[in-house]
């Protein structure tokens, strides 16, 4: 199992020299399951994610063949689908899973963000072979030989979060979620034993205290739920768009002070837990 951050700001995408360490673009992980391929929102850095994945299929000449899994369908975690390369590709398999949001389907949702005045090209001209699936609360699934579990959170208009396992391996991918006066049992029984914990972590405590029930969390937080969880590492991630990459750098050596084993997302940041006997970050 290995994991590739392509996006990992929050709200909206915010590129600039003060963001350029850490990255500007919206939710996107990427997940490597042997040969299952999974990714994790669809925000502005599946485009280059898109890309990594033309040029793979360029040099294999393997068709791609892909699972996207939507916590939910804000702006910032779908924008990246109509620049999706290979989503106009015919040979392409693309599964995309998310859950009722309660005022329109998954297909209508996604349809919606890609047709006239705002998008030229509609969701049901893209040439890929596309699947859509609604999940359903606490019913897992599988994905080839690998097992998704979910758990409903807390944030305006639903979200889910996912639990990936395989090869005795897991992530927990847990972003837009609000913590409010106590640890939520649903999350942490997803979370219990995780190698990985992707969490939202956008505020401050400070700044949660003006902000309760804008739908996020905090670093504080999520080291609270890391420890209480047994996870092997937790990554702070869904940065405010307005944290610099200083600022950033900041949080996590707090949330270090707390659980040691904590690290902030950035592009371009490998997880690899290929054999190893604790996550190994490789690269950032």
């Known amino acids: 199992m290995r994991i590739d951050f392509w996006g990992v ?8 020299a003060e963001t350029a360490n850490v990255g500007g673009n919206t939710s996107c992980v990427e997940v490597r399951c042997g040969d299952t391929r999974i990714v994790l929102d669809a925000g502005t850095g599946l ?3 898109g890309d990594a994945l033309m040029a793979e299929m360029a040099e294999t000449k393997r068709p791609l063949d892909l699972h996207l899994l939507l916590s939910h369908c804000h702006w910032d975690h779908i924008q990246g689908l109509p620049f999706f390369v290979p989503a106009y590709v015919p040979t392409t398999k693309l599964a995309i899973w998310g859950a009722q949001n309660g005022i329109m389907s998954l297909g209508d949702t996604l349809q919606h963000q890609m047709m006239g005045p705002v ?14 699936h609604e999940i359903r609360q606490g019913r897992p699934f599988e994905l080839g ?12 208009g639903g979200v889910h979060a996912y639990r990936i ?3 005795g391996r897991s992530v927990v991918y847990a972003t837009d979620t609000e913590h409010y006066a106590v640890m939520d049992p ?3 029984a997803l979370a219990r034993g995780a190698d990985v914990l992707i969490y939202d972590s956008q505020y401050t405590e400070e ?5 309760v029930g804008w739908g996020h969390s905090t670093y504080v937080r999520g080291c609270e739920l890391a420890h209480a969880a047994g996870v092997g590492k937790y990554v702070l991630f869904h ?14 050596v707090r949330a270090q002070e707390l659980f040691a084993s904590s690290v902030a997302a950035r592009e371009g940041m490998t997880i690899d837990l290929t054999g190893c006997s604790k996550p190994d970050l490789v690269a950032a």
Do not use: M
Not at 119 to 132: I, N, Y
Not at 242 to 247: G, N
């Open 9 to 16: 700001r929050g709200s909206i995408a915010s590129p600039g």
């Open 47 to 49: 485009r280059r994610l």
């Open 119 to 132: 998008f030229p090209v509609r969701l049901d001209e893209l040439s890929a072979k596309l699947d859509l």
């Open 145 to 156: 030989d690998v097992t998704v579990r979910t758990a409903k959170l807390n944030h305006p």
């Open 165 to 167: 396992e395989h090869g």
């Open 186 to 188: 649903q999350l942490l």
């Open 207 to 211: 700044e949660y205290a003006k902000k």
């Open 239 to 252: 940065h405010d768009p307005s944290r610099t990459d200083a600022k950033v750098a900041e949080l996590e």
